[in-house]
């Protein structure tokens, strides 16, 4: 097994990058990150010409920085994905993922309540991911908590769709949410194979609406979940919510996973 990358994903510090970006890419360089996850920088109705002008901005401010991007999260149009593709080239990465089902056109957390939806979502990536495959990037999708409510039957929503969606597709696993659903971050990753090719790894105590906490502290097991992630090329580092400051956490969750053994600057 081959350790993953470390990069943090940028939404860990949204409120700091909106106020000072260049500052913000600068500090967390300073602090030894060396990759980043961009979230997505517009809507599926987001106009092509904005969308690149916001990616040629971001994507000088991280040349600044010396930041490369890992992956990058996208909206997914009804209409093609020559915008989604060409920010991807704009930022230099061949992997993008849709993080949250309303980022698809058509599309919102309630499309996996049923399976007629779930199959409907799923058509929807593949047919995405068959577009962007053709000019060299690969998409995938990312969990949150939800997607492990029962369907009518008593299937997983998540099950449904990782069986409807092409060997192509890539997840991304989020081990926090994952346990938040109850589910064990181990066995997701398992069972995902090599379609896991990046995680988002970070702790707290799994429930919802609660703060997050250095990674060794709360209660995910980070280390199985990396092992079990054997081709995962990419470890990501995220805070969605918490009552530390973030750039301390941030340095601190670094600090873990790299003397943890299973994760490389």
């Not at 300073?30 to 969308?51: Q, S």
């Not at 919802?208 to 090329?233: E, F, K, N, V, Y």
Request: with cysteine; charged share 20%.
């Amino acid at each position: 097994m081959s350790p993953g990358i470390l990069a943090v994903q940028l939404y860990s510090v949204i409120d700091a990058l909106a106020a000072d970006r260049p500052g913000t890419l600068a500090l967390l360089a300073a602090l030894g990150f060396r990759h980043v996850e961009p979230f997505a920088l517009g809507l599926w109705n987001t106009p092509p010409d904005e969308l690149a002008a916001s990616a040629r901005v971001l994507r000088a401010d991280l040349d600044e920085a010396g930041l490369g991007v890992s992956s990058v999260h996208i909206a997914v149009s009804a209409d093609g994905q020559a915008a989604a593709i060409e920010t991807c080239r704009i930022l230099g990465t061949d992997t993008a993922f849709v993080p949250i089902p309303w980022l698809v056109d058509g599309f919102d957390e309630r499309s996996l309540e049923s399976h007629d939806g779930v199959r409907a979502f799923a058509d929807r990536l593949n047919e995405a991911a068959r577009e962007m495959a053709g000019a060299g990037i690969r998409l995938g999708y990312h969990n949150h908590h939800f997607e492990w409510a029962r369907l009518p039957g008593g299937a997983h929503a998540f099950d449904a769709l990782w069986d409807l969606l092409d060997p192509e597709v890539l997840a991304e696993v989020d081990v926090y949410w994952a346990a938040v659903a109850g589910q064990d971050p181990a066995e997701v990753l398992k069972r995902l194979g090599e379609r896991a090719v990046t995680a988002h790894l970070k702790d707290g105590p799994a429930e919802l609406d609660t703060p997050q906490t250095p990674i060794g502290t709360g209660d995910i097991d980070i280390p199985a979940a990396s092992r079990a992630g054997t081709h995962l090329r990419w470890h990501i580092t995220e805070i969605d919510r918490t009552e530390a400051d973030r750039f301390e956490l941030l340095a601190a969750n670094r600090q873990a996973l790299l003397a943890g053994g299973l994760t490389i600057a």
